[in-house]
């Protein structure tokens, strides 16, 4: 399986959107600060992910929420009390 996750920092609380195909080994390397793009917003809290048996299909959509285009906005508005 691979996912697209959302990850929101306890410091800044700003979202991280980001795939992998191991959802528990990279939410640990990101509290972990292993991860050159979020160490220095850990923690994280896991608070949304989606699962894919393509890693393509994965991919698309990490890029389409990460573009901060109509994906994410959608998103955003459909989990409202999960994301904030």
Avoid: C, W
């Avoid at 972990?32 to 917003?41: G, I, M």
């Avoid at 109509?70 to 409202?80: E, F, G, M, P, S």
């Amino acid at each position: 399986m691979f996912y697209v996750y959302i990850l929101k920092s306890k410091q800044d609380h700003r979202l991280y959107v980001g795939s992998t195909n191991n959802l528990k080994r990279r939410f640990a390397e990101h509290n972990k600060n292993l991860v050159y793009s979020t160490k220095s917003r850990a923690p994280f809290e896991l608070r949304y992910y989606e699962a894919y048996h393509s890693e393509k299909d994965a991919r698309y959509r990490e890029r389409s929420l990460k573009k901060g285009g109509n994906a994410l906005a959608q998103l955003k508005r459909r989990i409202v009390k999960s994301i904030f």
